[in-house]
């Protein structure tokens, strides 16, 4: 299942993640609302789209999208200052230790006998964000466009597997000898969430977070990103 959605990647990248580049640069400098980040321009591009349950889809899903873009550039830029401070002072206090105690507990990173601004360096590492149309066109890819079995019955969007019994469901068309599950979610947002952390976390996706850790020194590009998913799915 390689991600096939040029109406979001070609039409839609460059006004979804341009959100991305200015929060980058200035947004934790000036404060933004949520009504700033689901502009009234992105509502006109999205309202373009003929087929109703795939705009629906868009607008159910996006908000969340941003949302989480938005915890991870807070917690991306605080982890900069921390480092910043580290570097100019040799030292933390215990607030910004606890900070990064739970950080690397959250993105999976190892603080034991590692030095601090290892773990810190490791964290910016992988606590970047995910371009809004990728997510949108991996959503749309898995889901069907949210009309899937699991999309509709359990917030399934990603396909995301388990081995959890009490997390998971039985695909119809698993093959004989198998065991995984997809993993049911109690909300859409919840089902987003997952995702980031997954893409973030997995070592599945290292090559994804190698090319993110580039591009975004230069410019945003989408082709590169995309290319290093196809691991994603079968």
């Not at 040799?90 to 601004?117: C, G, M, P």
């Not at 995702?195 to 082709?223: G, P, Q």
């Amino acid at each position: 299942n390689k991600i096939e959605k040029p109406l979001v990647y070609n039409s839609f990248y460059s006004k979804f993640d341009e959100v991305i580049l200015n929060y980058k640069n200035d947004f934790f400098r000036k404060k933004k609302s949520q009504t700033d980040i689901f502009s009234s321009d992105i509502n006109f591009l999205i309202d373009t789209i003929e087929d109703d349950k795939k705009r629906n889809f868009i607008k159910k899903i996006l908000p969340s999208i941003f949302k989480y873009n938005k915890i991870i550039l807070a917690e991306r830029n605080r982890l900069i200052e921390i480092k910043d401070y580290l570097n100019t002072y040799k030292t933390l206090n215990k607030k910004d230790q606890l900070f990064i105690e739970n950080l690397a507990n959250k993105y999976s990173v190892a603080i034991k006998n590692t030095h601090k601004i290892d773990i810190i360096n490791n964290l910016i590492f992988k606590v970047d964000v995910i371009p809004n149309s990728i997510v949108l066109a991996q959503a749309a890819n898995e889901s069907g466009w949210g009309r899937s079995r699991f999309a509709r019955e359990y917030n399934a969007l990603f396909g995301q597997y388990t081995y959890d019994e009490k997390s998971g469901v039985i695909p119809y068309e698993r093959e004989e000898g198998k065991k995984h599950l997809i993993k049911n979610f109690s909300s859409i947002d919840k089902s987003v969430e997952s995702y980031f952390k997954n893409i973030n976390t997995h070592h599945a996706y290292e090559n994804f977070r190698n090319v993110r850790s580039k591009i975004y020194k230069k410019n945003l590009d989408i082709k590169l990103l995309t290319q290093t998913l196809d691991v994603y799915a079968e």
